[in-house]
């Protein structure tokens, strides 16, 4: 079974600061999506990532894929209010057609 | 917005009665994605579809069931509900698959299982 470890899985910050939300998994995956949830609503995909050490940039944020295809990171510079949501990765097996979604992180930007 | 609707939007159930769950696509898109969403799991994948007849099982797919016989349409059953089925159920569509392209999920339907 592969499976997707987000951390922190919450996170409270305050508008201006720096954050970095991790993706973990023991297993490889041959690419690797970025969603944002919104109450009552579905998610939508911000970034994928589909080689191994592969950055990047959408305006504020920056995503890595590690080199191992196996973990992958977004960094949110300057957060806004606007930001608040939960984040989820989501990974495409090597040899399946099944979309494994991470634990997530729920994160909220104060003013 | 990807044409992806899914009924009913709401649904509260009694233990043991059978429910199913639709996901309508105008997308034409050959993949399906079922999953629940609970709180500190994301989202979880019950069974997909790779095309007409074509289906899989997820990570959770004990209890539930599901059938695809047009391309549009990606129906989840619950044979006998029960209270641990209590969730909201995302659908999600995909062009060519999960390498690459993107899903596109409809609003969920928040099923109450008493």
């Known amino acids: 079974t592969q499976l997707l470890e987000q951390s922190p899985q919450f996170l409270s910050i305050q508008e201006g600061e720096n954050l970095t939300v991790y993706c973990n998994s023991s297993?490889?995956?041959?690419?690797l999506q970025w969603y944002r949830q919104e109450p009552g609503e579905g998610p939508v995909l911000l970034v994928t990532?589909?080689?191994?050490?592969e950055v990047k940039k959408l305006k504020r944020l920056t995503f890595q894929f590690g080199d191992a295809r196996k973990d992958s990171s977004l960094h949110i510079t300057a957060a806004q209010p606007g930001d608040t949501g939960l984040y989820l990765c989501?990974?495409?097996?090597?040899?399946?057609?099944?979309?494994?979604f991470g634990t997530g992180t729920r994160l909220q930007v104060f003013p | 917005d990807a044409g992806i609707t899914q009924s009913p939007r709401h649904k509260v159930t009694e233990t043991g009665t059978p429910v199913t769950l639709r996901c309508h696509q105008t997308?034409?898109?050959?993949?399906m994605y079922w999953y629940r969403q609970d709180p500190g799991h994301g989202l979880r994948l019950i069974h997909y579809?790779?095309?007409?007849?074509?289906?899989d099982k997820g990570e959770v797919s004990d209890g539930y069931s599901v059938s695809r016989s047009k391309t549009e349409d990606f129906l989840l059953t619950l044979e006998s509900a029960t209270s641990s089925q209590t969730s909201v159920y995302f659908c999600?569509?995909?062009?060519?698959?999960?390498?690459?392209?993107?899903?596109?999920f409809g609003q969920g339907t928040r099923l109450t299982v008493v």
């Open positions: 297993s490889v995956f041959s690419s």
């Open positions: 999600a569509i995909s062009e060519s698959g999960p390498r690459g392209t993107e899903a596109f």
């Open positions: 997308e034409n898109h050959r993949y």
């Open positions: 579809s790779y095309g007409v007849k074509d289906t």
């Open positions: 989501a990974g495409a097996g090597v040899n399946t057609d099944k979309l494994i």
């Open positions: 990532v589909v080689t191994g050490g």
